[in-house]
Structure formats: C-alpha cells, structure tokens
C-alpha cells in the first residue's frame, strides 16, 4: 500500500467516525440512520477505499455501547458486504447501476446486525416466517435506515465525484 493510498484511507476514516459522532444518538440501535454509511458507495469508484470505510467503521464502533457485538458483527457486515460488492464491480461497470445494487446489499445484509441487536439484548433468535417475530421487524428497522441513507447517498456521492473523482484519489 502506497503512501497516497493509506492517506487517503486515514481521511476516509476519519470523516466516518466525525459524520458518525454528528449523529451518534441515531448511528447505532434497532433505529438507525448512520449517516457516514453513503461512504460505502465509495467501494464503487474504487476498490482500494475498502480499508478507510472498514477502520472507520471500527473506530466509530469502540463507541458504541454494544462493544464486542458491534465491534464484531458492524465491523464484519461491512467487509463482507464491501467484498460482495466489489464482486459486483468485476460485472457491473455502470456507476449508478453498481450504487443501486450496493444500496440493495447493503440493505439486505443488514440482517446481520439485526442478529447482532437480538444477541446483545438476549433477545430470542429464531427464523421462522411469522411476522410478528422480533427478529424480522429488527432486520426491517435496521435496514430501513440502511436504505435511506444509502440511496440519498447515490446522488450526493455521484455530484462529489464529478468534482472530487474519486478514482483518482486513492
């Protein structure tokens, strides 16, 4: 990793955990709407912001009340949904088609954090397909949340790349 890139990691992070701590009260829980979440999209422009979204995410995650938990599961939903993603990238070459598709893996996989919320809060875990059960509506809110932010995130992160590009950052 080149000096340029691991700079450029250090700002990613860094501007995830201050746009983080800007909303703290609702950047971790069953309602969430991190903001610093649209950042993901930057795993579209390119592959090398994974390591600033991912120690950002760590970072901001030592202060969450949920400790080990989020440090485990917060941190782990976004490498392997950032490495999906990036997979994606190898057939999806269209920018805004791949920031769909983000928007909607990263909304999906939120289940893992909701299993993250049910685990910390000794909270009955089962999977059955009733409606009413506590896990599916924890999934729902979590990826509620997800949802919105990351598709406000898909015009704000694609006008900043026009006078950022960001592939030429890293």
Same mark, same amino acid.
């Given at each position: ?5 691991? !700079?450029?990691?250090? &700002? ?11 909303? !703290?009260?609702?950047?971790?829980? !069953? =309602? ?6 649209? =950042? ?17 995410? =760590? ?8 400790? @080990? ?21 190898? #057939? ?18 939120? =289940?893992? &954090?909701?299993?993250?919320?049910? @685990? ?6 089962? #999977? ?6 506590? #896990? ?17 995130? &898909? ?16």
């Amino acid at each position: 990793m080149n000096i340029k890139t691991m !700079a450029t990691s250090g &700002i990613i992070a860094a501007l995830y955990v201050a746009v983080s701590m800007l909303v !703290a009260p609702f950047a971790f829980g !069953a =309602f969430q709407f991190r903001i610093s979440e649209m =950042f993901n999209h930057l795993i579209v422009f390119n592959k090398k912001y994974f390591f600033g979204i991912v120690i950002g995410v =760590f970072i901001t995650n030592l202060f969450s009340t949920l400790g @080990l938990y989020d440090l485990t599961f917060g941190v782990g939903h976004s490498i392997i949904t950032l490495s999906i993603s990036i997979l994606i990238g190898k #057939f999806v070459k269209n920018k805004l088609w791949h920031m769909i598709l983000n928007t909607i893996l990263f909304t999906f996989t939120m =289940f893992i &954090i909701a299993i993250e919320l049910h @685990l910390a809060f000794n909270i009955e875990l089962y #999977f059955d397909f009733d409606i009413a059960n506590p #896990f599916y509506y924890t999934w729902y809110t979590v990826a509620l949340g997800e949802f919105v932010v990351m598709a406000v995130g &898909i015009p704000l992160m694609l006008a900043l790349n026009k006078r950022l590009k960001f592939k030429e950052l890293i």
